[in-house]
């Protein structure tokens, strides 16, 4: 189990390279936080991992993996609503709800490319003891 200072300096990197638009190593940084999560935060990162991997499929053309990886971040993250670990997952959820929103509205074979100018932001606060 990791203290809560080693928590903060990965959710800050994770947020930074989710924010470059490196989803994919952002998840990296995250799945060694929910390897070694304690049970009550566990959901949490698995929730965060799953929307940075439903990004990078969105990211690399990939909608079906993408839309599957979308429902699955909102059922792990919901229960941590509103804020959870200085993250402001009420304001996360709706940025990944309006990024996803043209996916998630397109036909199968007619979905639109990603939109780097719509990707959400994954914002760290101020951190409490969560």
Not at 15 to 30: D, I
Not at 41 to 63: E, M, R, T
Not at 122 to 127: H, Y
Request: glycine share 8%; hydrophobic share 40%.
């Amino acid at each position: 189990m990791n203290d809560a200072r080693t928590i903060e300096a990965a959710l800050r990197r994770a947020a930074e390279l989710f924010n470059g638009g490196e989803y994919h190593e952002a998840h990296e940084v995250l799945d060694e936080q929910w390897d070694a999560a304690a049970q009550h935060d566990s959901d949490f990162f698995k929730g965060l991992i799953q929307a940075c991997i439903a990004l990078h499929h969105y990211q690399l053309g990939n909608p079906d993996g993408a839309r599957k990886l979308y429902s699955g971040h909102r059922q792990y993250l919901g229960p941590y609503l509103p804020a959870h670990r200085g993250v402001d997952l009420t304001r996360f959820l709706a940025a990944m709800q309006a990024s996803f929103a043209p996916l998630l509205r397109a036909r199968p074979g007619s979905e639109p490319p990603f939109d780097a100018g719509r990707a959400p932001r994954l914002e760290i606060g101020e951190i409490a003891a969560d």
